[in-house]
Structures are given as C-alpha cells and as structure tokens.
C-alpha cells in the first residue's frame, strides 16, 4: 500500500486541494453574506416592526373588574357580599387542542355538562380574543392543587381569583334584592360606548331586584393594567396600571329580620307580603314565596336545576309574586269608602238596608253579597259605611260604586297608586289594571257597561292590582294622605339616599281630613270589633287575630279580601258546594297597618298579604298579617305599646253605634 | 505502532522508555488558537443556554460537565498518531455501521426520531452524530489510498460507504443528521478534487429530484415545513409558529440586543426550542446584531483554522479529514443559522457547541481533536517522502 505513493504527484494534489478549499471558501463568503444580510434586514431595517411584534406578543391591555359594592339592611347585616374564589379559566387562542384540554380537564377538576355547556355558549357569543372564558367556578383547595401540578401540561389554562357575588340568606331576598348572572349579548348590545368600555371586564350584571335596579351604583367603575404574558398566557407581571374603582356600598331599608318572620309567617303558602315604614316610605319586607337560591344563577344554574325552577307551574318559584297583579277583592273597599266620602256619594249617616245582593234598576241579575253563599244567606240589612267596612258588605259598595260611576272611582284611586306604579325605585313592578271607560275600550275594543263597574266596586272583574300597590295604598291611609312613595334604597356608601322624584309627589287631600281618621277607625274594627248579641256586627278578622291573641298591646287596622279566582255561578250558595282544584281557590288578601289609633305612637308598618289559593282573607291572611306587625313592633322595634288609661279599643267617634234596637232589628 | 516503526517514520532515534514518556508529557499536542476558539463558543453558549433555560442551573451544569468530558476527549484524541488513525478508521466505520444497526435493532425514541442507544452501563448516546466525523473521515482514508483526483467507479464506491450510513439514519427519522451525514461525504469528495461537472450534473438531478420527492415522499410535517418556509403567515399558530416567533426575537434584538436574561421573547418562551434548534434566535435577540456577528465571527475563524490546518497537512488523509470535520461543522452551523433568520426551511439541526447537546457535542469535540492530531502531525519533522 505504501508503494503506491511513488507514483503519486503530491504538488498535483495539494494545488487541487488548495483549489478546492479556496473553492469552498468563496461559496462560504457568499452564503455568510446572505446569512449577514439576513440579520441587517431583520434586526436594523425591520427592527421598529418587529419590535413592536414582540411587544404584541408580550403586552396585554387587560381590563380589571371593578369590586361590586356590597348590600346590606338597614340594620348594617350584609344581603349580599363578595367571595374570593378561584375559577378556571381557558384563554381558547392558547390551547392547541381544546378538546383534549377539555377531557384532561375533566380528571383534575370536576366538569358538568352544564359546565362545558356554559363555557361553549361564552365561546361561540363575541368576546374579546386572548380573553380567558371561565370554565368551572369556585374550585376546591384539591383541585386547585390538581390544576397547579399539571399547569406544565395545559397551555391557556389558568386559574383566576375572583369575587363572587353570594347571597348569605339564599331565598330569602331572592326576589326583592334579586341576583346578578352572566352578561348577555343584549345586556352588551344595550350599553352605550362608554358603559360598554367600562363592563370590559365585568362577568356580571344585575339581573333582577336591587341588583338590577342599582346596577348603576353597584357596578363600579373599570380599571385597567398593562400586563406581560408568556406563551401560554400566563400573566408574569403588571408593568402599569389604573386602579378600578369599587362600586358603592349601598344599604336597604329592608330588615332581614322582619324579612325572615315574613317569610316564616307565610308558612307552606304560596304568596306575597309587601311591608312598608310608613314614615320613610322605606320598604320593609317583600317577600315573594316559594323562592329559589338565588346564589345558582350567580355561577350559572345547571340546565336541570334551571327546569326544575321553570317547569313547576303552581308554586313558578321564579315569579315574583310582590309585584304581580292579582284581583284585589274586599282590600280596594276602603280606598272607595274614602272616595265616596270625599265625593259626597255617602256621609257618617247614609246607611242602605242590604238584602243580600244587588240589582240594577230595570235589570234582574242580581250581584249577590258574599253572605248568600253561606249557610245562613241573606245580607247585612241596615248598614253605614263603616258596618259596610268590617263586615265588608259587597251589596253597600255595590250601591257606592254603581252610583259615584267609573270615572270618579278611577280617579280617585289612581292617587293611591292603583293602575300606576308609585314605587321610586321598583321599576320592574307591574302596574295592574284600574279600569276604565279607555281602558276597556283600548284593549278589549269594547264600551263601558254598567255592570263592570258593579264588579269593579269589590276589587273583582277587570281590577288587578300587585301586593306592592296594596301596601302602598294601605302606607297612604295609615299616613293620612301623607305621600310618601316606597322605596328599597336608604342610603348609599352610608349617606341617606334622596330621591330627586320625591319632590314631585302629591299628598292625597280629602275635602274633610277626618275621613281618614274615620276610615282608620273602621278599620281598626275589622280587626278588634267583637262578637256582640247583634247579627253581622263583628269584625271579619276579629276571631283570627284580636281574639286569637287576648293580650294584644296594640291595634291594628286592617281590611280583608277574599279575591274569586275562577268566576263562581251566583246561583252556587256554597263555595263548598262545588269542587274546586288547589289552583282555583280563592286568593286571601289582608291591608294593614300598626299601631292603629295609639295616642303616642304613629303607624309603624303598613302592609299587605297576599296568600295564593289562600280561600279566606279573614283567617289566612289576616294572622299572617298579625305575625309580621308583631314581629316588627314587639321583637325588631321592642316598642312598649300598652295604652294604660285606655283599657278599651280606641274610642270611637261619630253616629255609632247605634242604639241596640235598632241594630236588633236588622236581624230580621 | 511499536518503538520501531516510530523511529522509522519520524527520523527520531528510539529512544529509552523513561526519555520517551518525559518528551510526550513536554510535548502533549495542543493547537491553542483551536483550543481558545472552541472554549470561547462554549462559553458562549453556556451564557446563552443560561438564559434561554430561564435560570434553569442544572441544565447548564450538565452542559458544562459534557463540554469538559468533550474537552479531555479532543485532547486525548489529540495526542493519537494520525497513522494509527487512519489505520483504525475503515474498523470504527464498521463498529459505526454496527451501532446504527442495533439503533434500529433497540433505539429508543425522543423528539420523533428513533436515533438513541440506551446501553446497559453507558449513559444514552446517539450514534448517528459519531457518523458525523467517521464518515468523512472513512472516506478520507479511501480516497486517499487511491490516485487523484478519483475516478467515477471510486466515486461511487465512495458514495456507497456514505450512503448505507445515511440510508440508516434515515431509517431513524433524523433527517437532519442524515444530512450532515450526506454532506459531510460529499465535502470530502468536492476536496478531494471530484470532477466539478459532476457535481453540477447531481445538483441538477437533486433540484429536478426534490418536486419528485415533496409529492411522493414527504411527509406531512416536512410538506407543512417547506409551505411555512414559503410563507409562514399561512398557519402562524401552528407549522408557521416557530418561525415566526424565532424572527420576531431577531428582529427585535436590533443592533445591540435586549441585554443577557432580557430577551422577552426567549423569557416568555415565544421561542420554541430555544435551548436546542432555536438557541441562535436567543442570542441575536439578547445580544443584538453585534452579538450575531460576534458569534458568526467565532466560527469564521474556527472555519478558518481548520482550513489552514487542512491546507497545512503532510497528505491527503490528514487533508481531507480536517477540511471534511471543518466544512461540515461550518454547514451545521450554517444550516441552522439559515433556518432561524428564515433562509432555509426548518430542519431539526442544532446549532453546534452552543445547543444543548450530549453526543452532538461529544463528537464535535473528537473532530477537533483530530484536527489538532493533524495539525501536531504536520509541525513535526517533515515526512521522508515529502
């Protein structure tokens, strides 16, 4: 082998290695300088591009939710406040393989249906992109713990603190302070530019209630702060930021107390009880039963749990009840014996021997008072104002109605609020219906007839009206006209709240003030006027409440109805009679206000009961009535109410009694 | 080789045991320009793997532990004679070829390619980066047996012993050592004096070949790498992500860099395999331009070097040998360079001495260290027959 290298010309191959290597030199020179080229043109001609790119890459305005002002009562207890809690959310752009992700997801945390449902829906709505969309809420300590260990492994997941709204009383406020739910597209698309600026960062808004109601003062207002992210989302520092501003505290005049004895005093009922300080106007309970948690809407409530809500037609959890229109019945009855007294159709005096019913003249159908439909039948025979109040004779108001005419008697209760809706700050409320000569002919396209005024007189045919009109009507006696229209809100961030609205409400001014002492009275022997040797001469909530509570310290007026639900033949004399399915009873409705007639001390609380199906005004609503004036006056107020030179009920003035003869004589 | 045949070839006197060992300790063969180049990388590199692991301290104590296992290994094969070398090569070449046999016999998969050998008693190793220096260097050792420049039969035999090799480490899935592998045998055939025409008329062949190729045989993440190469904004977040990134980070360096440890994109991981393939883009982003330049600038003189000492060398063994490691060496490092600024289609190669490594680095090291064997077999006493 080695003998070979004689013949070899090692000039000749060294000059042609040298050849090459110079050769392959040159062709390294000019891929070098393609190379140099390169990096000149990406790091000094395109430098302020692609500078800027990598600051896109790394820099990300994001919006900081402002802090939702908390709710309290108005005795400082919180309604509603703020939860830290720790979400898991999914900046989408971020993960490769959302599905995957999903399903890896799935064995560290707890995923529903509903949970993966939501997230898809918040996926497929607009959003701002390399947003995070929540997946699961408030994760527990493990899976916490699960998520930050396998964090390597799930690129654009994180997992967020958050304050989440939470209603320590549950159900209880459900409906009056109402709850707060993820923003929808027409939440969004109903923002103005600013507004909208300023939910960029906001989960939530008030759905119903308060909450709706004060979204403006609860929400806040947005902060916002440059932060850097990695490549996989993941936030590594805050370089600059403005702060958010926290929403206002605000506070309610709703007592949580008075709330719960509500709620309690309701017992199994389905029903609505609206309580109103009649000083303030101050709303101090409302209660709408049966509730629901309001705290599942706050996370976004389960397809299921949302049907069961939905889906129970009797008990309709959903629907506020406080704020609903149902037919009135006897409780309007005052508000027309005012309205006949101020108008001149009847005085102290004017008295009408009631048969049983009602006939207008040249007309054989008769109206029947409600006493035909019991055993006994027949009416209440010689009866004033008053006696037409506490025995609440349908035939007196059927005369009063007839005669003061449906233009009058819409007038005059349309200043007690019936028809509209006097609430400041209770927008959502229904307004009900007090007909009139327009009215039917707008929505029906049909005259005024005469007897829609007889059936109008007991709060029956085409008048509606909601627990809240009740209440507010009932404050306006117990105020003797005073207006002061209800509200929720007392004050906000601690400072007593005004309203600019309030100003512009009229007082309610009879042409004789001493017809609203006289109509407190009346009342009042609805609820105190004993059983006495005369027929039909007690009060109709007098067995329920004074005389189921012998050591009452207080009065209380009040007025019952019995609202028909279904229209029941007048040739039908018993309601027991006829079968009548649960949802076909009549309704139970108790007004009232307390302490009534007390030398020292003003109406505390006016209110009104509304028990669905609740068959008798008298002893259904009215001890619901008695339980909650209790409640508020003798444990939340602690008042001392005995009247001790007095040992009597109030004493009353004007032409009764009469004289017992005369009184005798009606029992025929 | 024994005491005699020393004296024989270098015109030295034998001399006694005791003297022999006092003048090889004296004399231990070190190229310092080499040496001083090479560690420079590394050090580099070290700044750089420093940063790009985000901190991360025992990535970079395990780069620095196999940098000086590499560093004793360039010097232990510095001090080999290169005779004994080139009689060893055609034997390693088998035990190189017997390897990537029992790879594909018992490898063990990482990153897609089944490339790495898991030995009872050896740390794991990749045998197809050793192919990277035996390679060249086997056909070193058969076109220098034979006249110059080769003929065509030699030529392709010569093509043979490249190809079962690179055949081999196809098979693993490692596309880009099979192409340094191609490469490295190619460049020994170019300095060999391979007729030029002939390299144009394969150059051709391979140009009209590749449309071939792409529609019959590439598969789909090598289609979705040419198309991304093409334009990589046609799939930014997925086969375009990487380049894409890579370019932002250079550009955004500008001329003097985001300063060391300040690379945004590097820090936010924005670069995808910033601590192998990717590792240039982190340091034209952190040191700038002049940092780019500063390290292109290192291998220039490496490339330099070993040329010079190619040139320098007493036959066309030692020759082909130091200027095959060197032009391959350089091809990587351009191959790579080229594939983070955008000028070539990604190709998983790492950047060398720089990326994070194990036998990559190794290997390299061993080529060195044969350059410094030929550069210490050329300043010794001239050859009798030259």
Redo the contacts between chains.
């Keep these: ?1 080695t003998g ?2 004689h ?2 010309d ?1 000039q ?3 000059r ?3 050849r ?2 110079v ?3 040159s062709v ?1 020179f000019l ?2 300088a ?3 080229g ?3 043109n ?3 001609v ?2 302020e ?3 800027a ?3 896109g ?2 820099l990300h305005v994001q919006y900081v939710p402002p802090q939702r002002g908390v709710i309290y009562d108005r005795s400082g207890t919180l309604l509603a406040d703020n939860l830290p809690v720790y979400n898991l959310t999914i900046v989408p ?1 971020e993960v490769n393989d959302l599905a995957a992700t999903l399903d890896y997801l799935s064995d560290l945390v707890e995923l529903g249906e509903n949970d993966i449902e939501t997230f898809e829906n918040q996926l497929r709505r607009g959003r701002v992109p390399y947003s995070s969309v929540p997946l699961r809420y408030v994760l527990t300590e493990d899976e916490k713990y699960r998520v930050a260990v396998n964090s390597h492994r799930l690129p654009g997941v994180s997992m967020e603190p958050q304050l989440m709204r939470h209603y320590p009383f549950d159900s209880l406020t459900a409906h009056s302070v109402g709850y707060v739910s993820h923003i929808n597209q027409q939440e969004l698309d109903a923002l103005d530019e600013t507004e909208f600026e300023n939910y960029g960062g906001t989960t939530h808004i008030g759905k119903t209630g308060v909450e709706r109601t004060y979204e403006h003062l609860l929400h806040g207002r947005v902060g916002y702060e440059t932060v ?5 989302g993941r936030v ?1 520092r805050v370089l600059e930021s403005t702060e958010a501003v926290a929403g206002n505290d605000i506070a309610l005049h709703l007592d949580h107390r008075l709330q719960m004895a509500t709620e309690a005093a309701l017992g199994n009922y389905r029903g609505a009880v609206v309580a109103i300080e009649p000083e303030t106007g101050g709303i101090l309970a409302m209660v709408s039963k049966p509730g629901f948690d309001p705290n599942l809407f706050v996370t976004g409530i389960s397809g299921r749990d949302y049907g069961v809500l939905v889906t129970d037609e009797v008990n309709t959890p959903l629907f506020d009840r406080s704020v609903n229109p149902y037919p009135p019945g006897s409780t309007v009855k005052p508000f027309l014996g005012l309205a006949g007294l101020h108008l001149g159709f009847v005085d102290y005096e004017f008295t009408i021997d009631d048969p049983g019913y009602f006939q207008l003249p040249g007309v054989s159908y008769r109206w029947n008072n409600y006493t035909m439909r019991t055993a006994i039948g027949g009416g209440h025979g010689i009866t004033d104002l008053r006696r037409a109040i506490y025995q609440s004779s349908d035939t007196f108001f059927y005369d009063l109605g007839h005669r003061m005419g449906i233009d009058a008697m819409h007038d005059f209760m349309s200043l007690f609020g019936f028809g509209g809706n006097l609430a400041l700050d209770i927008g959502y409320a229904r307004t009900g219906v007090l007909p009139s000569r327009d009215w039917k002919m707008e929505t029906r396209g049909e005259p005024w007839f005469p007897g829609d005024t007889i059936n109008s007189s007991i709060g029956q045919g085409y008048m509606w009206a909601t627990p809240l009109q009740l209440a507010t009507a009932a404050t306006l006696i117990a105020n003797e006209g005073r207006m002061v229209r209800p509200r929720m809100l007392k004050s906000v961030n601690g400072e007593p709240y005004l309203f600019e609205e309030e100003f512009a409400a009229a007082d309610v001014v009879l042409e004789d003030a001493d017809y609203w002492r006289y109509m407190r009275d009346a009342m009042t022997m609805v609820v105190h006027r004993p059983y006495s040797n005369i027929f039909r001469d007690y009060g109709t909530a007098y067995e329920a409440i004074a005389r189921a509570d012998p050591d009452m310290t207080y009065q209380i007026a009040g007025k019952t109805g019995t609202a028909q639900v279904v229209g029941i033949s007048q040739n039908i004399r018993s309601s027991a009679e006829i079968r009548v399915s649960e949802q076909n009873k009549d309704h139970a409705l108790f007004i009232a206000f307390a302490p009534a007639g007390h030398p020292l001390i003003d109406p505390r609380i006016a209110l009104a009961v509304f028990v669905e199906n609740g068959e008798h005004g008298s002893t259904v609503a009215g001890p619901v009535a008695k339980r909650i004036t209790d409640a508020w006056l003798l444990d939340i107020l602690q008042l001392d109410l005995t009247v001790e030179p007095e040992p009597e009920p109030a004493p009353l003035r004007g032409p009764l009694p009469r004289e017992p003869s005369e009184v005798a004589a009606l029992d025929g | 080789m024994d005491n005699q045949e020393f004296s024989r070839i270098s015109g030295v006197p034998p001399a006694r045991p005791v003297v022999r060992r006092l003048r090889r300790l004296a004399a231990v063969k070190i190229d310092f320009h080499l040496l001083v180049l090479v560690l420079s990388l590394c050090l580099y590199g070290l700044a750089a793997l420093y940063s790009a692991s985000d901190g991360d301290n025992g990535l970079v104590r395990r780069q620095a532990f196999i940098v000086g296992l590499g560093g004793v290994a360039m010097l232990a094969v510095a001090q080999v004679d290169m005779r004994l070398i080139r009689r060893a090569t055609f034997y390693v070449y088998l035990g190189g070829l017997a390897l990537l046999g029992l790879v594909l016999w018992a490898g063990v998969e990482a990153n897609g390619a089944r490339s790495w050998l898991d030995l009872p008693g050896l740390p794991s190793f990749q045998p197809s980066e050793l192919m990277k220096i035996i390679v060249p260097a086997t056909l070193a050792w058969y076109l220098s ?1 034979r ?3 080769p003929r065509l039969w030699q030529i392709i035999v010569a093509c043979l012993l490249v190809l079962v090799p690179t055949a081999l480490v196809v098979l693993q899935n490692d596309l880009g050592t099979a192409l340094l592998v191609a490469m490295a045998g190619f ?1 020994v055939l ?4 391979m007729s030029l025409k002939l390299i144009a008329a394969g150059g051709l062949l391979a140009l009209l070949a590749s449309p071939l190729w792409y529609i019959f045989f590439a598969l789909e993440h090598q289609r979705n790498r040419i198309l991304s190469f093409i334009n990589p904004y046609t799939d930014p ?1 997925g086969a375009g992500y990487n380049i894409i ?1 890579s ?9 003097y860099g985001k300063g060391f440890g300040e690379g ?2 590097s820090r ?3 670069i995808p395999e910033s601590n192998t393939d990717f590792i240039f883009a982190v340091i ?1 982003e952190e040191f ?2 002049a940092g ?2 500063v390290l ?1 600038g290192l291998y ?1 003189l490496l ?1 330099a070097r070993g ?1 010079l000492i ?2 320098n060398a007493r036959n ?1 063994f030692a ?2 040998l130091a ?1 095959g490691i060197v ?1 391959i060496v ?1 091809f990587n490092v ?1 191959v790579n ?2 594939m983070v ?3 070539l289609p990604v190709i998983g190669l790492p950047l060398p001495l720089i990326s994070r490594g194990g036998t990559a680095i190794i290997a390299l090291f061993v080529g060195f260290g044969l350059l410094m064997s030929i550069d210490a077999h050329s300043r010794g006493s001239p050859s009798p ?2």
């Excluded at chain 2, 370019?247 to 001329?255: E, K, M, P, Y």
């Design positions: 082998m070979r290298w013949f070899r090692h000749a191959e060294r042609l290695f040298n090459r290597v050769l392959a030199s390294v891929l070098l393609a190379l140099v390169r990096l000149v990406l790091q000094v395109q430098y591009y692609f500078s790119r990598s600051d890459n790394r752009e850097e992210k990695n490549n996989r590594m | 047996e006249p110059f420049p460049f170019l300095l060999a004096g977040a990134q370019q932002i980070a250079i550009g955004s360096g500008g001329v945004d994109q936010l991981d924005f034209a700038g331009l780019a330049l292109i220039v490339l040329l190619a040139v066309m020759r082909l200027g032009l350089f351009y360079m080229a600024v955008g000028l027959r030259n």
